[in-house]
């Protein structure tokens, strides 16, 4: 394990051996998994271990709700979890955010382990400790921070993803290249997420996640700076979330990255040659549509965590590799990059 990996974190191929181990370390009463269709039919195949309860829920975003929650604290009462449970969470951000926040809270807080099966979830989403649900239409509006017991990272689930899910995992590869390591985003210009690279990108990348959030764990500072591309990316996911025409977390994040540059742009924090280089490279990666107007999108950026004083705020890129966060940035600007971003998907 590398010195530079949180201590409850392992990357490895040999799932069950250390699946065995986390648990053995736990010694819970009993064991339920969290799992949907998918991780229940291409996932769950992969676990060579025994458990009480095999709990099933809905895949999407749509699902990551009160109800849900609900549906999974009933099924540990009735069959009599005790605080000294465990519940295994088999999925991607969803099932990672979700399970977590219910086993955080049922009882006042059981022992839960992640096993991301996703590239968005084994890279970002499954590291740091935020746990939480969406609430009337809003991204992870309820939540808690708490880290789970164990993290296991198995880069072979990555094999049952097709490859638009792979893809969304890529945009927050591309963010922390943006963010915090100019020397790593050449090499992801330079290099395919294939099964030859994926071990070192997926460790890269967990390592730089957890170098920001050891530093600033409740996100009262550094931290913010991971949400480059989130504050305009999660208010158009929000709004696309009911449409037939979805989009996944990472092609959201991909928009917002875009747009959020433009805003840095403006704003003389990056160079016009930055940005054509940003843009350039997520638009050859993704096939992304129109923005919504900002009238579209106002309300949820008004209830952006990061906001403050009655003021919407960014963290933006101050050139590649380098990011700043609380960064107010008016309307007017906001309306001006959204409509150079439809422009240009109309050229």
């Known amino acids: 394990m590398s010195k530079n990996l949180p201590s409850y974190l392992t990357i490895t ?8 181990a986390a648990i053995s370390t736990i010694k819970p009463d009993k064991i339920a998994l969290l799992v949907d269709e998918h991780t229940k039919k ?15 829920i809905k895949s999407g975003e749509a699902q990551k709700n009160l109800n849900t929650c609900k549906l999974i604290w009933e099924n540990l009462t009735a069959l ?51 746990l939480g649900i969406d609430f009337g239409g809003l991204k992870n509006h309820i939540g808690v921070f708490k ?5 296991i990272i198995c880069p072979e689930f990555l094999n049952t993803l097709p490859e638009r899910e792979i893809k969304s995992g890529f945009a927050e590869i591309i963010k922390h290249g943006l963010i915090y390591d100019s ?15 994926r071990m070192d990108i997926i460790q ?35 709004h696309f979330l009911a449409s037939p025409n ?57 209830q952006d965590k990061k906001n403050r004083d009655g003021s919407i705020r960014f963290a933006l890129i101050e050139g590649i590799g380098r990011c700043t966060y609380d960064v107010e940035v008016s309307e007017k600007l906001i309306m001006s990059s959204i409509k150079a971003y439809n422009r240009m998907k109309t050229c």
């Open 13 to 20: 191929n040999n799932l069950t051996q250390e699946l065995e």
């Open 204 to 238: 890269r990348s967990v390592e730089i996640k957890n170098a920001i959030v050891e530093r600033d764990p409740l996100e009262d500072g550094l931290r913010k700076i991971l949400n480059f591309g989130h504050t305009l990316g999660h208010a158009i996911e929000s």
């Open 80 to 130: 009599n979890f005790s605080r000294n449970s465990l519940l295994i969470n088999l999925g991607g951000g969803v099932i990672g955010d979700m399970g977590g926040f219910a086993a955080a809270t049922y009882k006042r807080g059981i022992s839960f382990i992640h096993l991301p099966t996703t590239l968005l979830s084994q890279i970002d989403a499954g590291i740091g400790g935020k």
């Open 147 to 151: 880290n789970p017991n164990n993290v």
């Open 246 to 302: 979805y989009l996944l977390h990472g092609e959201a994040i991909a928009m917002g990255m875009i747009l959020e540059a433009h805003l840095a742009l403006r704003l003389e924090m990056l160079s016009q040659n930055e940005f054509e280089e940003i843009q350039t490279f997520i638009l050859s990666h993704y096939r992304l549509p129109k923005a919504p107007e900002l009238k579209e999108l106002i309300s949820y950026l008004k």
């Open 183 to 197: 020397g790593y985003w050449k090499q992801i210009k330079e290099v395919s997420i294939d099964q030859t690279d």
């Open 42 to 56: 291409h996932c769950l195949p992969f676990l060579e271990i025994s458990f009480d309860s095999l709990i099933e």
